[in-house]
């Protein structure tokens, strides 16, 4: 059974963002990374949530963790982002 991430954060623009997000979708998908779904919070203007299943921990971590994605992320406004791992029981 697949691990699965939570991952949230602030965007300068959630409409901006969301295309930039579905065109790296290979390069998760590359890191053993399976889009389950995207939300926009409602309550929170520009603040983006996404769930994945994870094929891979340890690529999924290296991808989540890498420096290519945290200097991507800083260039595209992408700010106060949390990683959470959730695990099945």
Do not use: C, Y
């Not at 930039?20 to 929170?44: E, H, M, T, Y």
């Not at 991808?63 to 800083?74: K, R, V």
């Amino acid at each position: 059974m697949p691990t699965h991430v939570l991952w949230q954060a602030d965007v300068a623009d959630f409409s901006a963002w969301l295309t930039v997000f579905q065109q790296d979708a290979a390069n998760r998908k590359a890191a053993g990374i399976v889009d389950l779904n995207v939300w926009s919070d409602p309550d929170r203007e520009n603040h983006a949530i996404a769930l994945f299943a994870i094929v891979d921990k340890d690529k999924a971590r290296a991808f989540f963790d890498s420096e290519e994605l945290a200097m991507h992320m800083e260039r595209d406004g992408i700010t106060n982002v949390t990683v959470k791992l959730l695990k099945p029981e």
